[in-house]
């Protein structure tokens, strides 16, 4: 089987953290590298956290710090979904922080070229891709596609129209949208619909996999944060929805529309405006096949020893 090449840039981040899991469970997908940017947390630790569960789950990749700041705006963090750590509720072995020594932009540059076709799947703010395709557009030759989770066709999480991921570098999310490259926005509105219930949390529970206990407690304390600041009924499984996407491609609905960053400052600011559009390059995510997406979750828990 042709194995897709990604490079995963990510802010774990809870649902991070399981993106990270279906990477290393996926048998379609070829994980190159992990970057990783300021977002749920500081980089700091982010970069901790996607290098925690990396090595706990035996995923074994460079994995690079980027941006510790977005483009232009101030830093916006998310503390209060994602805890201290901005991974709470599991204790990991202390590991070796063995990073690698190159920049997260740096290191997408170095595996674009290397490769004739990469997808470059972002689950945090896109300051790294941005920066990227800034410095090195000859990149851009060698990028397949960009799947992202981040906005909204209906409505954002943070504010009434914006969503975390492009609300916290809507800069560079404009320049990764108008880079004119392929693109996949799994967003909010379909996101929204994944919630780990109680039914949820019971299917994946009665997986016995080390993979399996770090999805239950991480999502234990994601469940109570979503409820205590959204007032949601369970935590909305967010950005592994990029990465199933992939691995089965019936699971997520796409139309082909126009995006648009609002990045005029006032109540708008950091909303992705989607058109309808036939003959886009963006497909946006539309629906979502949840039984699916959970029967994948859990044998990919299963998958692990
Ligand atoms: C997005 O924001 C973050 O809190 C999640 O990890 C996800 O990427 C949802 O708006
Ligand atoms: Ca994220």
């Known amino acids: 089987m042709d194995?897709?090449?990604?490079?995963?840039?990510?802010?774990?981040?809870?649902?991070?953290?399981?993106?990270?899991?279906?990477?290393?469970?996926?048998?379609?997908?070829?994980?190159?590298?992990?970057?990783?940017?300021?977002?749920?947390?500081?980089?700091?630790?982010?970069?901790?956290?996607?290098?925690?569960?990396?090595?706990?789950?035996g995923i074994h990749c460079p994995i690079a710090s980027g941006a510790k700041n977005p483009l232009v705006r101030s830093r916006l963090n998310c503390g209060e979904i994602h805890g201290e750590s901005g991974l709470d509720g599991f204790e990991f072995p202390e590991y070796e922080l063995d990073y690698d020594k190159r920049s997260a932009a740096l290191l997408i540059r170095d595996v674009a070229l290397q490769n004739e076709k990469i997808t470059i799947v972002t689950t945090g703010p896109m300051t790294n891709l941005a920066t990227a395709l800034l410095k090195y557009p000859e990149i851009k030759s060698h990028i397949d596609e960009i799947v992202l989770m981040g906005g909204s066709t209906s409505g954002g999480n943070l504010t009434p129209y914006a969503e975390f991921n492009i609300l916290a570098d809507p800069d560079a999310a404009d320049i990764c949208f108008k880079a004119g490259l392929r693109m996949k926005m799994v967003g909010l509105n379909v996101t929204r619909k994944a919630l780990v219930l109680p039914s949820?949390?019971?299917?994946?529970?009665?997986?016995?996999?080390?993979?399996?206990?770090?999805?239950?407690?991480?999502?234990?304390?994601?469940?109570?944060?979503?409820?205590?600041?959204?007032?949601?009924?369970?935590?909305?499984?967010?950005?592994?929805?990029?990465?199933?996407?992939?691995?089965?491609?019936?699971?997520?609905?796409?139309?082909?529309?126009?995006?648009?960053?609002?990045?005029?400052?006032?109540?708008?600011?950091?909303?992705?405006?989607?058109?309808?559009?036939?003959?886009?390059?963006?497909?946006?995510?539309?629906?979502?096949?949840?039984?699916?997406?959970?029967?994948?979750?859990?044998?990919?828990?299963?998958?692990?020893?």
């Not at 036939?278 to 699916?292: G, P, T, Y």
Request: charged share 25%.
């Open 3 to 57: 194995k897709r090449k990604i490079i995963l840039d990510c802010d774990p981040g809870h649902d991070d953290a399981i993106a990270i899991l279906l990477c290393g469970a996926a048998k379609n997908i070829d994980l190159l590298a992990l970057t990783v940017v300021s977002g749920n947390q500081t980089l700091e630790k982010t970069a901790r956290n996607a290098l925690n569960v990396s090595r706990f789950l």
């Open 200 to 305: 949820v949390m019971e299917q994946m529970s009665k997986v016995d996999t080390s993979a399996a206990k770090l999805f239950i407690a991480l999502m234990k304390f994601f469940n109570k944060t979503q409820n205590e600041v959204f007032g949601l009924p369970a935590g909305p499984l967010h950005d592994p929805l990029t990465i199933a996407s992939m691995m089965d491609e019936s699971i997520v609905t796409f139309k082909p529309m126009d995006v648009r960053i609002a990045l005029e400052e006032g109540e708008h600011y950091g909303e992705t405006v989607c058109t309808p559009s036939s003959d886009s390059k963006i497909q946006v995510a539309v629906d979502v096949d949840l039984k699916a997406y959970w029967s994948l979750i859990e044998k990919a828990l299963s998958s692990f020893r």
